[in-house]
């Protein structure tokens, strides 16, 4: 086995696109790996200081999706330039804008699941950023992503993860086994 110092190395990290709303309505978004699960409607990501932190202080709602391999480019675009530079980074995005039906945030449709969310608490907090705490209060997915069961088939959304020792993208891929049963096997 060979050694390495520590580094942000959880594998894989998920590929989270914030929506906000800027002061003047106009909807913004960027790109976090550093997130995830926080309890059972609650998420947690870890914040720079950014214009995406600005609205969170503004408006105190946001969404989160999921990128896919269809969104990959617009989606590093995001986690590459900040609107604090480019006013028009989202219109360059080419993405689908609405407003979500139960938070002040944007939804982008061009991805299959978002969540509507509150923040509920900011932990950590100095002018280098923050720990968000988001309470869940909605999630939306686009029908054509639904299963037979009307349940998202998260094998239908060509979803990326990322891999932060080579900074790539990597397509999820086929389903391999069953949680909470395969296991039983041993
Ligand atoms: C792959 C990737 C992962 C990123 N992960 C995070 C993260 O977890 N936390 C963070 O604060 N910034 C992260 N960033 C950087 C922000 O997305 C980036 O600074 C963005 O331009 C901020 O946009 P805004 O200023 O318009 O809000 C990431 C960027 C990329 C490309």
């Given at each position: 086995m060979k ?6 190395w959880?594998?894989p990290?998920p ?7 800027d002061?003047d ?7 976090a790996?550093w997130?995830?699960t926080?309890?059972m ?5 870890s914040l720079?200081s950014?214009a ?6 503004l408006?105190?709602e946001?969404?989160?999706?999921f ?5 990959l480019?617009a989606s590093d ?5 900040s ?10 995005t080419g993405?689908?804008?609405v407003?979500?039906e139960?938070?002040?945030a944007p939804?982008?449709?061009d991805?299959?699941?978002?969540m ?6 900011t932990?950590?907090?100095d002018k280098?950023?923050?720990?968000l705490i988001g ?8 029908e ?6 009307g349940?998202p088939?998260v ?7 990322y ?5 790539g993208?990597?397509?999820?891929g086929?389903?391999?086994?069953q ?8």
């Open positions: 050694n390495f110092p520590p580094k942000p959880v594998l990290q590929v989270l696109i914030i929506g906000t709303y002061k309505g106009r909807p913004n978004a960027m790109n790996a997130g995830g926080w309890d409607k609650e998420v947690s990501i720079g950014h995406t932190t600005d609205n969170l202080d408006h105190g946001f969404t989160l999706t990128a896919t391999a269809e969104t480019v675009f995001v986690g590459i330039v609107a604090r530079k480019d006013p028009d980074k989202i219109a360059k993405w689908n804008v407003k979500a139960h938070v002040n939804v982008f449709t991805f299959p699941l978002t509507e969310c509150k923040v509920k608490e932990l950590n907090r280098a950023g923050y720990m309470e869940v209060v909605n999630i939306v997915c686009d054509k992503y639904l299963a037979a069961d349940q088939d094998e239908k959304m060509n979803l990326i993860c891999d932060p020792v080579h900074y993208y990597i397509q999820l086929k389903k391999v086994g949680a909470f049963a395969d296991g039983k096997k041993i």
